[in-house]
């Protein structure tokens, strides 16, 4: 009888000792409600951070509307769209010193009186910086500037009349988007006249 008092003890004692240590690893598994906010709240950070860096890169070079130069009589009448390239030089991923060598372009033809009209409106998002680069393409090797000059983004489109010290020369307008002072792309339009 002894013996079955005690076998019946440390059965109990058994069944209690695996009913606590059930319990404490269900406690274990649920998890302290303040740490899965911090958690949730630390993921829904990073999600949105990720997402607001996927939405400062600019959409792909080729999806971008190109620009158009049209040449316009002296009266302000388009004659025709006049003949450029326009390409990218970086995009999405800018280093503040790359070179770039304009390339020879084909001339267009003028007469001192035309005026040339640059429309960039077709770019979005529009450009933060625009520079008309003057090129001195005399070393068909190495390409280089006489002089940048700033124009406003909002300017167009922007309207040159051409004199006689323009015929026979380069031109360029190099657009740049920024975040800051970071440079998110940079792409040039080619234009010569003659």
């Not at 076998?7 to 998890?31: G, H, M, P, R, Y």
């Not at 939405?55 to 388009?78: H, Q, R, W, Y």
């Not at 326009?86 to 010193?97: A, K, L, R, S």
């Not at 026979?168 to 800051?180: R, S, T, V």
Request: hydrophobic share 35%.
């Amino acid at each position: 009888m002894k013996k079955l008092a005690l076998l019946l003890i440390f059965l109990l004692l058994s069944v209690v000792l695996i009913a606590c240590n059930n319990d404490i690893q269900e406690s274990q598994k649920k998890e302290d409600p303040t740490r899965v906010s911090k958690e949730n709240t630390k993921k829904i950070q990073t999600e949105k951070s990720t997402v607001g860096n996927e939405e400062k890169f600019l959409p792909a070079f080729k999806d971008l509307v190109t620009p158009e130069i049209s040449l316009l009589s002296s009266e302000g009448k388009m004659k025709y769209l006049f003949d450029f390239s326009y390409g990218e030089v970086c995009w999405n991923n800018c280093d503040e010193f790359i070179h770039y060598n304009y390339p020879s372009i084909h001339s267009g033809d003028v007469e001192v009186g035309d005026k040339i009209q640059i429309d960039w409106s077709t770019l979005k998002p529009q450009p933060t910086e625009i520079h008309l680069i003057h090129v001195d393409n005399s070393d068909e090797y190495d390409s280089k500037e006489v002089s940048r000059k700033q124009k406003s983004p909002e300017n167009t489109p922007l309207t040159i009349a051409v004199d006689e010290e323009m015929i026979g020369n380069q031109y360029a307008f190099e657009f740049i988007w920024k975040d800051g002072k970071l440079v998110e792309g940079r792409s040039i339009m080619n234009f010569k006249l003659e």
